[in-house]
Nanobody
């Protein structure tokens, strides 16, 4: 039983900032890599950024360094700080986590329901 809950989405003007949070909860699981993806209407879901359990990060080059991913292992939470937002950043942002079950060490991927970010001109 694992659940990801995103928060922090909303409406912001171009040039503004938002901070997304994704809290993972459950028992008998270890959270490994966590990441953020986004999907705009009519487009494929794309990677925004990922962060490993040890804190190593990878982000899409197209973001031009405007977004920063981080995590707090004690809180089982991953964050996405979004700065200098552009209208083309408008999308539903999804949290993703790789988890390992502690009973049999199976690996699973879990997705959140998504949070909408709308950037106006």
């Amino acid at each position: 039983q694992v659940q990801l809950v995103e928060s922090g989405g909303g409406l912001v003007q171009a040039g503004g900032s938002l901070r997304l949070s994704c809290a993972a909860s459950g028992i008998a699981f270890r959270f490994n890599d966590m990441g953020w993806y986004r999907q705009a209407p009519g487009k494929r879901r794309e990677l925004v950024a990922r962060i490993s359990n040890g804190g190593n990060t990878h982000s899409a080059d197209s973001l031009e360094g405007r977004f920063t991913i981080s995590r707090d292992n004690a809180k089982s939470t991953v964050y996405l700080q979004m700065n200098s937002l552009k209208p083309e950043d408008t999308a539903v942002y999804y949290c993703n986590a790789g988890i390992t079950t502690l009973t049999n060490l199976s690996y699973l991927e879990v997705w959140g329901q998504g949070t909408l970010v709308t950037v106006s001109s």
